[in-house]
């Protein structure tokens, strides 16, 4: 998988396409945004955070690191990968987005997965400045990292080839923007099984499950893949560090916390599904 670092940025502020000078990214209007030493870009404007350190905390990003680096969602990454390698057919270069891409798990293991006769451009995003720090830490030669909001995607228009969320927040609206025509969505959720059992401890009564399988306006459903597994943590640090990546950490009550805190072991049900979009032609306008 020959890389190309990915160019078609455009400025946060204003929506002009960025242009890199040295150690900085400019645009015509004069904005100006510095590449950190780690490599990665901050295009996630002051006056665009809701919150002063949004996204995931430091602490939640490195157990995330330490869990997926054991392989225990590796089925999940395969299924995705098998997702974008059916859907993405011939396009050189490929281009795709991991629209929040936390510290870049999913997205290195598809490029590991891609043909070797094909250029990639890979970009990531996430608006947490510790999870895109991780990710440029780990690979900061073939993938373009970014802090930036899936609610303003620092991309030129019509310029992907695939968009992935992947267990995050999804701006449709966004993604149809960036795709090109015929374009690919490959968006991964919980399914109704996913940690069961984990749930089961923490909480006093399960929630049904939200539906989130409902085609975004503007696409076209192409596939459906349910990953559903069982797995076994044999260690109180793995069965913490599952705890603490997902948002079940701050749901659940002191109580609830302390139980999971107190386990040795624990067998869980992973459960995800993995869905494929194609973005769709625009309707022409009948004239007369």
């Known amino acids: 998988m020959p890389s190309i670092p990915f160019t078609a940025l455009t400025c946060p502020l204003d929506g002009e396409p960025l242009n890199q000078q040295e150690s900085s990214w400019r645009c015509a209007n004069g904005h100006s945004f510095d590449v950190a030493r780690q490599g990665y870009i901050h295009l996630l404007p002051v006056q665009k955070k809701k919150s002063r350190d949004p996204g ?5 990003v490195a157990a995330r690191q330490r869990f997926l680096q054991k392989g225990f969602y590796r089925p999940i990454s395969e299924g995705i990968s098998e997702a974008v390698r059916t859907g993405i057919e011939s396009a050189n270069p490929f281009r795709c987005l991991d ?22 451009e ?15 830490q780990q690979d900061r030669r073939a993938v373009r990292w970014v802090v930036a909001s899936n609610a303003n995607l620092p991309v030129e228009s019509d310029t992907l080839d695939c968009v992935l969320s992947l267990f995050g927040f999804p701006v449709y609206s966004e993604f149809y923007r960036v795709l090109k025509e015929g374009g690919l969505l490959v968006q991964v959720d919980a399914g109704p099984d996913h940690l069961r059992e984990l749930r089961e401890i923490i909480y006093p009564e399960l929630k049904p499950p939200a539906d989130k399988r409902a085609v975004p306006a503007g696409f076209e459903s192409l596939d459906e893949i349910r990953v559903t597994y069982q797995m076994t943590l044999d260690n109180r640090e793995d069965i913490q560090d599952l705890l603490a990546m997902t948002p079940h950490l701050y749901r659940a009550r002191a ?4 139980r999971a805190e107190a386990l040795d072991s624990l067998t869980v049900t992973v459960d995800a599904v993995i869905q494929a979009f194609r973005k769709k032609e625009p309707k022409m306008q009948a004239v007369g």
């Open 56 to 60: 995931d905390s430091k602490e939640m």
């Open 122 to 136: 890979l970009i990531g995003n996430d608006i947490s400045k510790w999870a895109v720090l991780k990710a440029a």
């Open 255 to 258: 109580d609830g916390k302390a």
């Open 99 to 120: 629209a929040g891409c936390g510290e870049g798990y999913y997205l290195r293991q598809l490029a590991q997965t891609l043909p070797d006769d094909r250029d990639c």
